[in-house]
């Protein structure tokens, strides 16, 4: 998961939730990760019950604390067998005793809602998983109906990987890979028009999006447009040219009737790259909770996902790079990263910091410049300057050969003036100067010579 790109102030950004959310949010859920010091199940649960509109979601194990806790608050809950489970489900009394162990002593107090066999098994490269992968949806099945149990649906999620996509291939050409097309998907998409449930994806433009063409994946303008020449469509972000390339390839196999459930997607509010950000991240999941209310897309127009936002907590416990530990819309004292109206009546969660707001742009005439902090590394430099350069709306000419702030011996110059014209450009506000934590704001002029900023 990433890295934040400077954008418009968070201030901005929130009038503009406010003036572009539906006036109810339906249908929306959340990953809810454990990997940090969070607060216990029932706190989370009576947060997003009485706080939030929230109304379900997906965990990643079948944590009975976390499942129990639950149980008499109309959330929906989806629960994950673990990756390492799914060989001996492929066997039909294994399957009955993981049912009657993990589902039955929950259920209905609470409403388990979906099944997930494994996550990305695909993706794992794992041929015993993948082989046994249908065999365990399918006994799971057939032990819930035996258990009589009607209203939970058993699905497994999918890592986009298993679309042959190119960034700028036509989405009405999407196809699954070959090898996994026939072989291994049309059977699955079989078991889920003959079960009715839904075919479970997990589209992140994060983890493939082209670095000159940032704000088509995060929603934003000026951005690179692709359009398909066999259907004459205009794609103007990332997010639906991969949900109709996952269309396409399922009516290709003969299925695109067949449910689409967003399994995980999100943007994370801070990594080691200038495109995470506070602003980004939120404008992102706007957008996302925007389709989800029923926008649809071009080749599914008016359609409603229901969508499972990644995720509900910033896990300050998972390893890897910054972006792992941002991708969460509340912290573990529940106040918000930011706002993306999901807080009823804008309440700031059990008694935690209220979403950040940038302060007011500034109106005189002078007196802040936005410059690199010491110890910046050359590659944080370097990329401030591709992503201002490339994706903020600034004339970089001056750090050009023969430009007034050219010195080739002072990359360190270089990037703050192109972050001060940024920062200069959209009102001065403190946060188009964060750029992921590699700006500060200064009061005295950094000017030198010929080189004004």
């Given amino acids: 998961m990433a890295n934040a790109p400077p954008s418009i102030s968070l201030l901005l950004l929130s009038a503009a939730v406010f003036l572009t959310l539906p006036a109810a949010i339906s249908s929306i859920g959340v990953n809810y990760g454990t990997l940090g010091n969070l607060p216990p199940p029932t706190q989370v649960a009576n947060f997003l019950k009485t706080q939030t509109s929230i109304d379900s979601v997906k965990i990643f194990n079948v944590n ?8 008499g608050t109309g ?3 989806v629960v994950t067998v673990p990756n ?3 060989p001996a489900l492929a066997n039909g009394i294994q399957a009955r005793r993981w049912v009657s162990a993990n589902i039955l002593p929950f259920h209905p107090q609470t409403k388990i809602k979906y099944i ?12 015993n998983m993948i082989s046994n992968l249908l065999p365990a949806m399918k006994n799971l099945n057939a032990a819930l109906v035996r258990a009589g149990v009607k ?7 999918h890592s986009l990987n298993i679309i042959a996509y190119e960034l700028n291939g036509a989405p009405s050409s999407g196809r699954f890979r070959a090898g996994w097309d026939k072989g291994v998907l049309a059977p699955i998409l079989a078991y889920h028009r003959q079960t009715k449930s839904p075919f479970m994806v997990n589209p992140y433009p994060y983890f493939g999006f082209d670095p000159k063409n940032v704000n088509f994946a995060i929603f934003r303008s000026p951005y690179k447009a692709v359009r398909d020449p066999l259907t004459g469509k205009v794609y103007t972000n990332m997010y639906d040219t991969l949900m109709d390339s996952t269309y396409s390839a399922m009516k290709a196999l003969g299925y695109g009737d067949v449910d689409i459930v967003v399994g995980e997607t999100g943007w994370p509010s801070a990594c080691d790259a200038p495109w995470c950000s506070l602003e980004n991240a939120a404008w992102f999941n706007l957008n996302i909770i925007k389709r989800a209310q029923g926008q649809g897309t071009p080749l599914m127009p008016n359609r409603r996902f229901e969508t499972y936002i990644f995720g509900l907590f910033n896990e300050e416990g998972k390893p890897g790079p910054t972006a792992e530990r941002n991708w969460g819309l509340f912290r573990s004292d529940f106040s918000p990263v930011y706002d993306v109206g999901l807080l009823r ?27 690199a902090k010491p110890g910046v590394t050359d590659a944080q430099l370097q990329g401030n ?33 192109v972050m001060n ?9 403190d946060g188009s100067c964060n750029f992921s934590g590699t700006g500060e704001v200064v009061g005295n002029n950094p000017s030198n010579g010929a080189c004004k900023y």
């Fill in 64 to 71: 009975p604390d976390i499942i129990r806790a639950f149980a």
């Fill in 75 to 77: 959330i929906s809950v």
């Fill in 84 to 86: 390492g489970d799914i």
């Fill in 116 to 127: 997930s066999v494994g996550n990305e098994i695909l993706l794992s490269g794992d041929n």
């Fill in 151 to 157: 209203d939970i649906k058993v699905t497994t999620a």
């Fill in 345 to 371: 009546n804008k309440q700031g969660g059990g008694g935690g910091r209220p979403a950040p707001a940038m302060p007011a742009p500034s109106t005189t005439a002078g007196g802040k410049w936005c410059v």
């Fill in 385 to 417: 300057i591709d992503w201002v350069c490339s994706q903020g709306g600034v004339d970089c000419k001056p750090i050009q050969t023969g430009g007034s702030c050219s010195n080739p011996n002072s990359l360190r110059t270089q990037a703050s003036f």
């Fill in 421 to 429: 014209a940024y920062f200069q450009k959209n009102g001065r506000s």
